[in-house]
């Protein structure tokens, strides 16, 4: 018969963890089975002891649950730059028009807002005179005034 040494498995096991930064269910069940194991039979644990750390644990198993659920709202509330700032369709802006060679600048220049694009996470406003604006070098926004042509003529 073959007699094996116990503490040639204690040798080959790791010296070192890594600790995992989650205490999820099965993790809280394994401790709470070897606290089960290994206390003494003359002096087993409390019941209010047990309880309460059970109901610990079910209070922050829910706590948990609920960040991940607002985690996931917010996520789902980012708004597309399409949608945020489509609002402007319809509004006068005023941009700069730089030099394409230079960057400097060389006029102000003012068109209406006829459509907004997306590109690479950024809105882009399509105006009226053909021009492809980025959101952020809008220097002004103001509401279109339509002159409605009434100036009292042919009234007597």
């Known amino acids: 018969m073959t007699v094996i ?8 096991q790791p010296t070192t963890r890594t600790p995992s ?6 993790e809280f069940l ?4 070897t606290q089960l194991q290994n206390q003494d039979p003359t002096s087993p644990m409390d019941d209010r002891e ?7 644990f079910s209070t922050l198993e829910q706590t948990m649950n609920m960040a991940k659920s607002i985690d996931n709202l917010v996520q789902s509330q980012m708004i597309s730059p399409v949608v ?3 609002h402007m369709i319809g509004k006068e802006v005023t941009y700069e028009v730089k030099d394409k060679e ?3 600048k060389l006029e102000n220049k003012t068109s209406e807002v006829i459509a907004v694009s997306q590109k690479d996470g950024w809105a882009i406003l399509e105006l009226a005179d053909g021009e492809k604006v980025y959101a952020d070098a809008i220097l002004q926004v103001s509401s279109i005034t339509e002159n409605s042509g009434d100036t009292n003529e042919g009234s007597d």
């Open 50 to 56: 047990f309880i309460s750390q059970m109901t610990t």
């Open 84 to 86: 945020q700032y489509s």
């Open 102 to 104: 230079t960057g400097k």
């Open 21 to 26: 930064p989650d205490l999820g269910k099965d």
């Open 5 to 12: 040494d116990p503490s040639l498995y204690l040798k080959n």
């Open 30 to 33: 394994k401790i709470l089975m």
